[in-house]
């Protein structure tokens, strides 16, 4: 079955990206020359996604505004002698559908999800965290792969992964494979945040995930947790306990993830995507030698 639906969720705080967050969305910060969350849409739609619903929450119509047309915008360029500048905007006009709705309470990820269930009905879905960015320009294509998973095996979930360095497991979801993973590999775990020490593997979840709807009846009945948040890693925990088919699909190595959710990677991810502008990369670099000299 092909799938042509991702839910976006936009709605978290970014508490650790303030005082940046305090009236912009952390989704629209700018990574070289798009706003996060452009360079997730931009992704989807290579992988095949043709309706997209954002998980939106208070003070993030900007995120709407960005995905509009804007008429007006495009008049001004075309009477000012702009029109070389147009192409910048033609974004707008992606062959694709965009839905938002609120999350009316921050009850984590989680909840953000299962704020997507009227929408998405019987049928699997896409998640990509709007967040995070996955390769640079069109590096990859992981969203695609874990369809074709996802298809293959009549999956119940199937979800990116990245080998993290060991002090890092502590910020993410991590799996225990079934066997010796490859670079697909059935999940036995998943378990939130471990310690170094009870960590099962390196490997962390990477802001991507594909789901048949029977992850709605897991959110359903997954407690809120730390912080009073309804943690999606806890239903992904459930649905392998109740014999789901949940795989790994793993990051190639040029695949990195970039998260814009924490100043540290934030600065990272703007670095590289800046050193690798085909117009300003070699003008950043020599600069930034300067500096470092
Ligand atoms: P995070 O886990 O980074 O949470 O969200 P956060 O609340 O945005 O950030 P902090 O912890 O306060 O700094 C990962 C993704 O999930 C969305 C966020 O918008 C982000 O794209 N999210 C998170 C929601 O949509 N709703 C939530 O309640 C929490």
Do not use: W
Not at 99 to 109: A, E, M, S, V, W
Not at 216 to 224: D, G, I, K, P
């Amino acid at each position: 079955m092909s799938i042509d639906l991702a839910v976006v969720p936009v709605a978290g705080r970014g508490t650790r990206l303030l005082p940046l967050t305090k009236s912009q969305p952390k989704e629209m910060l700018p990574v070289g020359r798009r706003p996060v969350v452009q360079h997730v849409v931009e992704e989807m739609v290579r992988s095949g996604v043709r309706r997209i619903l954002f998980i939106t929450g208070a003070a993030k119509s900007a995120i709407e505004n960005h995905f509009d047309i804007d008429a007006e915008l495009i008049a001004h360029l075309r009477e000012t002698g702009k029109e070389d500048l147009l192409a910048e905007l033609a974004f707008e006009r992606e062959n694709v559908d965009y839905f938002f709705t609120r999350q009316r309470r921050q009850l984590g990820l989680g909840h953000a999800v299962l704020c997507a269930a009227p929408m998405v009905g019987d049928a699997p879905f896409v998640v990509a965290l709007g967040d995070s960015i996955i390769g640079m320009g069109d590096a990859s294509d992981v969203t695609r792969r874990m369809i074709d998973e996802f298809d293959r095996r009549s999956a119940d979930a199937v979800i990116a992964f990245q080998e993290v360095p060991a002090e890092e497991v502590v910020h993410y979801g991590i799996a225990e494979s079934d066997g010796k993973p490859g670079d697909v590999f059935r999940l036995k775990r998943i378990v939130e945040k471990p310690s170094v020490k009870e960590a099962p593997s390196r490997l962390a979840v990477a802001a991507r995930y594909v789901f048949s709807p029977k992850i709605f009846a897991m959110l359903r009945q997954t407690q809120a947790g730390k912080a009073n948040e309804i943690q999606l890693t806890d239903a992904i925990q459930h649905l392998i306990a109740s014999g789901g088919g949940v795989y790994g699909v793993r990051l190639a190595p040029g695949e990195l993830r970039y998260d814009i959710g924490n100043y540290e990677s934030y600065f990272r991810a703007f670095l590289e995507f800046a050193l690798a502008d085909p117009q300003y990369g070699g003008e950043v670099r020599a600069a930034l030698k300067r500096i470092l000299d």
